[in-house]
């Protein structure tokens, strides 16, 4: 069994991973996720490969966050999107789609749910992984809604640009 994390710095997600490593997964991680992982002893594997290739050899359950996106120090809002969020958000949509065979845990929040049914049962009830891929589209729904906002407000602002 294997577990892909990649999440934000700040987001607590080592009590969730020491389950997953006692319950027998192997843990695959991006650099800076990973980095801090093994920074604590537990094993992990690193990768700087694209999150949907990884996630297509027998991964079992996915957890990612969604980075929020701010104004800038000058008041605007920039998009700041980068690869890993590019990856971050397809990986998020294919799984979505097979949420029956892969959990998707977006919420920190959630870590020790979802830790707490794994050392009981060493695994995820349908349940869970339909509760949590309903929690992963709302969120994503969130970040593209914000997304759409950003673009919008420089659409307008350039047709004001353009008028002048």
Known sequence: MRALISVDPGADVLPLV???????????STPE???VIRETGLPCSITRED????YLHETSIVVVSFREMRPGSNGSENLGIDR?????????????ANHQ???IISHSCEYGAVAEEIRESNSLSDQTRLKQALMTSLRLSEW???V??????????LKVALAK
């Open 18 to 28: 020491a389950t997953l490593v006692n319950a027998g997964f192997e843990i695959i």
């Open 33 to 35: 996720t990973g980095g």
């Open 51 to 54: 999150l949907r290739r990884i």
């Open 84 to 96: 890993l969020d590019a990856d971050r958000c397809a990986l998020a949509t294919f799984i979505l």
């Open 101 to 103: 065979s892969v959990a």
């Open 144 to 146: 593209n809604n914000q």
């Open 148 to 157: 759409e906002r950003i673009l919008r407000k420089k659409v307008e602002a």
